[in-house]
């Protein structure tokens, strides 16, 4: 009997053993999984996995919204590198051509789940270092998508072959730095005028579009020059009034089109949290954001993507405070 007892003891032992074996190995092949996948691109494969960490979790984000961060970080290194050849383009010209593809509502999102995980990683881990460089390039490349998507054609393009006005700059972004300005101009009662183009009406109708919320204000935006197949003069553009009546530049789907009340097209806005996404604010809020972050990762202030950042930062945003003006002056500069 006694015998018997010490072989089941032993028998339970040895399953046991093998039991937390198989469960270490399952663990260790389910992270192995998720690395390989985040890897490969399979994103929805590692935002499903158990085994992912946060900072895997904001590169899936990050990935799933079409960045790769390889490429991003190389591209903020060849703009913030003075000596470097394509420092003699504009380098917002850069970042809306080469660095930032289509741009949808959907990947606005991803990136805003990408900056979620990043941030959400405490100051006490030794990840938090890392989770805020990364956090400092998602923020980054928010605020120039959302530069980008208010300034592409109906296929989500910056096309900077067009200069119709011939002031040596996109059109499309000639069109949203004129509907940045006339925003100004009506909120503030001030008259500044566009670059080589004009926008009607100096006072916006108050319009609803069907489906969605808030109060909205249509605008076209004429450029000098004469129209051709390619290259077209006239733009339509949305503002929306807040609660102070104040009027901002909505950022809109460049693919799609709502109606208002009469049956007129105008650009479809984007809403975050049920209400109009107020460009000036998150482009604000994200490039503070950027620069914040990255102040938090690196202790060196001279590094290329350091450098890079802070000349979006400064270059959109010169004060403390974004402006509709400042941004406006920033998109003068894609030729």
Wanted: proline fraction near 3%.
């Amino acid at each position: 009997m006694r015998n018997g007892l010490v072989c089941l003891f032993m028998l339970t032992g040895l399953s046991l053993l093998f039991s937390g074996c198989n469960g270490k190995n399952r663990e260790e092949a389910c992270v192995h999984q998720a690395t390989m996948d985040l890897d490969a691109g399979r994103y929805d494969a590692v935002l499903a996995s158990t085994c992912t960490d946060t900072l895997q979790r904001g590169a899936a984000y990050f990935g799933r919204a079409g960045f790769d961060t390889a490429n991003v970080i190389n591209t903020f290194v060849r703009t913030g590198t003075t000596s470097s050849p394509i420092s003699t383009r504009s380098n917002l010209t850069i970042y809306m051509t080469s660095l930032i593809g289509m741009v949808t509502e959907t990947s606005l999102a991803d990136l805003d789940h990408a900056t979620d995980e990043y941030a959400g990683i405490p100051a006490l881990l030794d990840s938090y270092k890392d989770a805020q460089f990364y956090l400092s390039l998602a923020y980054t490349i928010k605020s120039l998508s959302l530069l980008k998507i208010i300034s592409a054609d109906a296929v989500g393009s910056l096309d900077t072959s067009c200069d119709i006005n011939s002031n040596t700059n996109a059109d499309g972004a000639d069109a949203s730095s004129c509907a940045l300005i006339a925003a100004s101009n009506i909120s503030t009662g001030t008259t500044s005028t566009c670059s080589h183009a004009a926008y009607s009406p100096a006072t916006p109708v108050d319009m609803s579009l069907t489906g969605k919320n808030g109060a909205y204000g249509g605008l076209t935006i004429t450029l000098e020059g004469t129209e051709t197949e390619a290259c077209p003069v006239v733009f339509k553009k949305l503002l929306y009034r807040d609660a102070a009546g104040l009027y901002w530049v909505a950022v809109t789907a460049p693919d799609q089109n709502c109606v208002d009340g009469d049956g007129n097209a105008w650009p479809c806005p984007l809403e975050q949290n049920g209400q109009p996404l107020d460009l000036v604010n998150a482009v604000d809020e994200s490039l503070n954001g950027s620069v914040n972050a990255m102040d938090s990762s690196l202790t060196s202030t001279s590094g290329e993507v350091q450098t890079s950042i802070r000349g979006v930062k400064t270059d959109a945003c010169p004060g403390s405070t974004c402006t509709s003006l400042d941004i406006a002056q920033y998109l003068q500069t894609v030729h």
